[in-house]
């Protein structure tokens, strides 16, 4: 049953809960079915899409026959002044059947997966339920057949990409500091003439993700069919995933692990194949950093290894991963702004680039040519190095970027960090055993990474090196004082550097 209701904005945020006020006397109405925290459907007069809520009641913030619609749901939609919201209510989600098979032991179907991922798309299940759900990954688990159907199941309750012929991406399992590979790698493998359909995610708790940089020089949303059509014209682009309709469901179970702090292996293998699914992917290189602080250790190397190859067979990817041990970050420079300037310096040859990425690009390029079939075994190295020192992955890079709307001429000189600089000097003599990478994550998001894009930080120095008392270790980068000064503090209360 429907009821309708004129919409009014209240001055009120709700963040990642989507919640809406109706009066008390027009819930005692709707009668029997309808308690605070039911979760129902509307369709707003100007809005496309219809949009899931929780309700909660009020006697006093809205009046009878009207909606209260909090401030940031207002604008993410659009929603105009006195628009017209029908509500209905939502009969009980099959979904929940499906989870308390699970909870009794017994094995999910691909459709219980289905129906499961569906609902937590749509909205339609509630957070408890998903946590429920959520839960079952530790116990009683899932078996091999199970995460083969979470993995379909993540893939096909949102949009599929499609496309002809070899199509590659790169993905790195993260942990981190520095994203200037991925931008090094895909326009060299497509400049090879391979498809390249890159996505990337923004940054939750690390200090810049792919999109966050890139977004410096270009937009990075795009709906499917623009991407199609980049396609047609540069055969790649690189695009902010969070902007398309893939694996939905896999995004709302990630907002819940983070809260718990909890992810199996299997489900973080099925979480982004499914990704890779969904973008029409057939070969993946799987950049996999292991090490201290890494997200996975030496110890699950393997297991990990294994599953990414075994489950990329189900579904024809040709998997490909790549183990680098790591005791600091990727390159030199950590924060949006930073991390473009050094990966176009990469490509202008600039004396002074950072030759670890740059090595580390062709690296991942060459064994991804190998796996695609453009170079013979061991030879992918070689026609990355040539296709980066030629000048064609730039010109496809600039190609990308001028697709995407952004200025294809952007210079590395162009683009200026933050005017407020500290120089953070070495306490004491001896040789950089690891810099920490999530203490780099805690100081740059002090200095305001990921949305000030001109804060950062820039390392003078790698682990191996040897330093002496006073030596310059980084500089910070900052746009005010009072971030300048917390990123001071946080740096030299919680020390990056560890020396042997």
């Not at 020089?217 to 995933?241: D, N, R, T």
């Not at 306490?427 to 002090?446: C, D, M, V, Y």
Request: a negative charge; glycine letters at 8%; aromatic letters at 8%.
């Amino acid at each position: 049953m429907s009821y309708f209701l004129k919409a009014k904005k209240l001055d009120i945020t709700s963040g990642d809960n989507l919640i809406c006020l109706i009066n008390d006397k027009d819930a005692e109405q709707f009668g029997i079915g309808l308690n605070r925290g039911d979760r129902v459907e509307l369709k707003i007069d100007n809005v496309e899409k219809h949009i899931i809520v929780v309700i909660d009641t009020t006697n006093d913030f809205v009046e009878e026959g009207q909606i209260g619609i909090y401030e940031d749901i207002w604008q993410k939609y659009g929603i105009e002044d006195d628009a017209i919201a029908e509500m209905k209510l939502f009969n009980k989600s099959e979904a929940i059947e499906a989870i308390r098979k699970k909870l009794s032991g017994k094995k999910l179907s691909y459709e219980d997966f289905h129906v499961i991922m569906k609902d937590i798309a749509s909205g339609h299940l509630s957070k408890i339920f998903k946590t429920l759900f959520i839960s079952t990954g530790y116990c009683p688990g899932f078996d091999n057949e199970e995460i083969k159907h979470m993995t379909k199941a993540l893939a096909m309750t949102g949009e599929i990409l499609k496309f002809t012929g070899i199509t590659a991406d790169k993905h790195s399992i993260g942990g981190v500091a520095g994203k200037g590979i991925t931008p090094l790698i895909i326009p060299i493998i497509a400049a090879n003439g391979i498809i390249v359909p890159n996505t990337s995610t923004r940054a939750v708790t690390s200090a810049s993700a792919t999109t966050d940089m890139l977004e410096v020089i270009m937009p990075m949303s795009f709906k499917k069919e623009q991407l199609e059509e980049m396609i047609e014209k540069s055969g790649a682009f690189m695009v902010w995933g969070g902007g398309l309709d893939l694996a939905p469901a896999d995004d709302e179970i990630i907002k819940i692990q983070k809260t718990i702090g909890i992810e199996s292996i299997d489900k973080f293998v099925s979480s982004i194949l499914a990704k890779k699914i969904a973008q029409g992917v057939n070969t993946v290189i799987f950049d996999v950093p292991v090490g201290i602080g890494a997200k996975i250790t030496d110890e699950e190397f393997n297991e990990v290894k294994t599953k990414f190859e075994t489950l990329g067979k189900e579904f024809d990817i040709n998997v490909v991963i790549y183990k680098r041990e790591i005791r600091d970050m990727d390159g030199n420079a950590v924060g949006p702004i930073l991390e473009c300037q050094e990966f176009l310096m990469v490509y202008e040859q600039d004396k002074k680039k950072s030759l670890q990425l740059e090595e580390d690009a062709l690296k991942m390029s060459g064994k991804l040519l190998e796996a695609v079939e453009k170079a013979k075994p061991g030879k992918g190295y070689d026609l990355a190095k040539k296709t980066l020192m030629s000048g064609q992955a730039y010109r496809k890079f600039q190609e990308i970027v001028k697709n995407q709307g952004g200025n294809e001429n952007i210079k590395s000189s162009d683009l200026k960090p933050g005017n407020k600089t500290y120089e953070y000097r070495a306490p004491q003599s001896g040789t950089i055993n690891l810099i920490h990478n999530k203490r780099i994550f805690e100081l740059a998001r002090a200095l305001g990474n990921p949305r000030i894009k001109e804060a950062g930080l820039y390392f003078h120095v790698h682990a191996g090196d040897k330093v002496k008392t006073g030596d310059l270790l980084v500089t910070l980068y900052a746009v005010s004082d009072s971030r300048l000064d917390l990123g001071q503090k946080v740096a030299l209360k919680h020390e990056m550097f560890e020396y042997k």
